[in-house]
């Protein structure tokens, strides 16, 4: 497998960048010991925020993730009338076993399409209008089972077939590195070419609770207690971050586009290090960057993620910070790995480390700037890949 790997090290200060169902931080137990918690899914959301804000990627390139598709493709029509264009729109994902509801038009769960995929079904509903207008008469209250049952029969079998061709993934980076599943159609589906590991604390965590009130500016003087009052949950972290890209994968759902698959990816590494969920931030503002990245490219290797180093949980130790201890166990380990199981003939290393931690592995890497860092792996990443863009 040709990749390129993530390795973070992270301190954050107090903050509840991740909430479960009741409210608290996220966390875990492991190695015998609880640590706080970032679940991937908030760390993919945060990336594609990132790519759309800051312009990584340009829109054709990107894909959203809505059960409002219909509501989407209404304001593709602006010259015809919105409920006859939620009709069609409705009579189109029938035809193609996607059901959305007949009051809301709302579809059965989200669906991840990419922006070219939205705007050929666009197309195809103005060049097969009069068909999708016709077999929206059969619309209508109908159980789950008799709705896909008659989305092969409500349209034409041409206009079927022209809108079963239209979910290719579109070329969108964020489908093809995150994946999709569609469970009525799983021949659409597409397989991540990007992992994402939950970000784990280096150390034992123990949640706090911020005991908080708040002040009525226009209660009478005489009135001393507090408008409202109450609490939240956080804690302190140094979180260690991990993903990867397969980048042959990646190349594969782009259609073959290597040029796109090489910006993918240092859209991805920019938006990878630069993000946290954002959780909580109006109230913590914990914007803390990473003070350890380490980029890997490697030619025909296989992903190692490095938390098991961090099995047994750090401690500040001989005046070093946290984050420092955390770095010289991280590169302690990574080269014990290298050392047991070797590693690839070919592989790109670049570093940054602002920690007070020496480091005990690839020190000839380390670069000053997180762009001296990003720029040395994808010079490994265009050679896998064989592109200059």
Request: net charge neutral; proline share 5%.
């Amino acid at each position: 497998m040709n990749l390129v790997e993530v390795h973070i090290l992270q301190p954050v200060p107090p903050a509840n960048l991740n909430r479960d169902d009741t409210g608290s931080p996220k966390d875990t137990l492991f190695g015998g010991f609880r640590r706080a918690r970032i679940s991937s899914q908030a760390q993919k959301r945060a990336v594609r925020q990132y790519f759309s804000n800051r312009e990584l990627l340009s829109p054709e390139d990107r894909a959203v993730r809505t059960r409002l598709l219909v509501d989407e493709l209404v304001t593709r029509f602006q010259d015809r009338p919105p409920e006859q264009v939620r009709r069609v729109a409705a009579a189109a994902l029938r035809a193609i076993g996607l059901v959305a509801d007949e009051a809301t038009y709302r579809t059965q769960y989200l669906l991840f399409l990419g922006n070219r995929e939205i705007d050929t079904l666009a197309r195809a509903l103005k060049e097969h209008w009069e068909a999708l207008l016709t077999a929206s008469a059969t619309l209508g209250p109908q159980s789950k089972k008799d709705k896909k049952n008659t989305a092969r029969q409500g349209a034409p079998e041409t206009v079927r077939n022209a809108l079963n061709a239209i979910l290719d993934g579109g070329r969108a980076v964020d489908v093809a590195l995150f994946g999709r599943m569609l469970a009525d159609r799983p021949e659409w589906g597409v397989e991540a070419a990007c992992q994402v590991a939950h970000a784990i604390s280096t150390h034992r965590v123990d949640r706090e609770f911020d005991f908080y009130t708040a002040v009525d500016d226009l209660a009478p003087r005489e009135e001393t207690g507090a408008g409202m009052m109450g609490d939240v949950e956080y804690y302190t972290a140094t979180f260690y971050r991990y993903a990867n890209v397969d980048l042959e994968l990646l190349a594969q759902n782009l259609r073959g586009d290597r040029d796109l698959a090489a910006r993918g990816v240092e859209a991805f590494l920019r938006a990878f290090i630069l993000t946290l969920p954002s959780g909580k931030q109006n109230t913590f503002a914990a914007h803390s960057p990473p003070k350890f990245v380490g980029l890997i490219v490697r030619e025909n290797g296989m992903p190692r993620n490095l938390a098991a180093a961090f099995e047994r949980p750090v401690r500040p130790t001989d005046g070093k910070s946290l984050t420092g201890v955390s770095v010289e166990v991280l590169t302690r380990y990574w080269a014990e790995l290298d050392r047991v199981y070797g590693k690839p003939a070919k592989e790109w290393v670049a570093l940054v480390n602002l920690s007070d931690g020496e480091l005990a592995y690839y020190p000839e890497a380390r670069k000053n700037t997180i762009e001296d860092v990003i720029q040395a792996a994808m010079s490994g990443v265009r050679a896998l890949l064989g592109t200059t863009a």
